[in-house]
């Protein structure tokens, strides 16, 4: 369950992103992930810098978090964050298990800025077959085999 948002973090999110343009290390978004009201990791965006197309501030807050607490689960922490995730990051934050997202600019600050990933929204609604970036199923019988070894294998770290 949600905490009270605490302006703090956010101001943390917020100067950590500017400093990041200022540094000239990437673009103007950074993230912090709290847990009990505690900062546990912060990451700034570094796509150009890293050449990493995923290296954005949220993704490498919850990697910093992560690290810090030993897990793979960030049940019971909260993202602090400049800007509204993307999809990416979005969805970075449900398989975290975040409890909360708290973010400063919206999308459409993002979009005015030169950041605009509305095609990625028009695209995910789209089916698969009609998307821009072309996907198509091979060798799912084969795929499968992967799937089968998981529900059988005793030794699985469920997630």
């Keep these: 369950m949600p905490g009270q948002p605490n302006p703090d973090f956010m101001r943390r999110a917020i100067a950590l992103a500017t400093e990041n343009v ?9 993230a912090v992930v709290v847990l009990g009201g ?16 995923t290296a954005h501030a949220e993704v490498n807050a919850i990697r910093a978090a992560a690290k810090a607490l030993g ?66 199923q091979l060798l799912s019988d084969e795929a499968w085999s992967s799937f089968a070894a998981w529900i059988a294998s005793p030794n699985k770290i469920e997630y």
């Design 71 to 136: 897990t793979f689960t960030l049940a019971g922490c909260e993202l602090y964050t400049s800007c509204e995730p993307c999809p990416m990051c979005l969805a970075a934050a449900y398989w975290a298990r975040l409890d909360a997202i708290y973010y400063g600019a919206r999308a459409a600050d993002a979009a005015r800025a030169g950041f605009d990933d509305a095609i990625l929204y028009e695209e995910l609604r789209k089916d698969s077959a009609v998307r821009k970036l072309r996907s198509t």
């Design 22 to 30: 200022a540094a000239v290390r990437g673009g103007p978004f950074a």
């Design 38 to 53: 505690k900062i546990v990791g912060e990451g700034v965006n570094s796509v150009t810098v890293s050449n990493d197309p």
